[in-house]
């Protein structure tokens, strides 16, 4: 029998990712505040991967605990900038200082993807890209953000790659799928191994 297969992510672009890939799965939100795992362990010299592994996992046992049985997926990602790890601006103000801190340089998007099944961490994964913002006028910046609007808020770089935050790039360097949050090409290579989709 085919396990049932459970995303564990409020994120619509990782929801649109698995289904346009075809995959068959529910959406369980998990119940878990994120600062506070994070909070947990800040003194544990974790890095920005680690991080992003650790929110995932959490994210997928939480769900894992009311759905005996299901393959759940647990996925989040981190940006580095340096040696900060930076969190989904609050407003567009801190969205506005997000852009132009990014601004002519090079930052790093870590996206980890777990499944977890009865409550057991069965495989983690995690994709790194490296992208460079070219340098950005205020003005720019401005106009871009009023284009896109709250949109902006929903990412860690307020922008979506898919989207007009193209325009921010001059340099992309890995997988589009990790810079959307859910390395996709390893995660479906696993849910095969696993008998979860069709091989």
Do not use: C
């Amino acid at each position: 029998m085919t396990p049932k297969i459970i995303l564990a992510s409020g994120s619509p672009y990782r929801r649109k990712l698995l289904s346009d890939a075809g995959v068959t799965f529910e959406v369980v939100h998990p119940d878990i505040d994120e600062r506070a795992v994070e909070a947990a362990v800040e003194d544990a010299g974790l890095s920005p991967e680690d991080i992003a592994q650790l929110l995932a996992e959490a994210k997928a046992v939480d769900v894992s605990a009311n759905h005996p049985g299901a393959i759940v997926i647990g996925s989040d990602q981190t940006l580095s900038l340096g040696d900060a790890v930076l969190h989904k601006p609050a407003d567009m103000e801190a969205a506005r200082r997000r852009l132009l801190a990014l601004s002519g340089r090079e930052h790093q998007l870590n996206s980890a993807v777990v499944l977890v099944r009865d409550g057991e961490t069965i495989w983690r994964d995690v994709q790194v890209a490296r992208l460079t913002m070219r340098q950005l006028d205020p003005g720019f910046i401005g106009r871009y953000l009023a284009a896109v609007g709250e949109p902006a808020l929903t990412s860690v770089g307020a922008y979506q790659i898919e989207g007009r935050g193209i325009q921010l790039f001059e340099r992309i360097e890995g997988d589009h799928f990790t810079i959307v949050g859910l390395p996709l090409l390893p995660l479906l290579a696993r849910l095969r191994d696993l008998g979860a989709i069709d091989g």
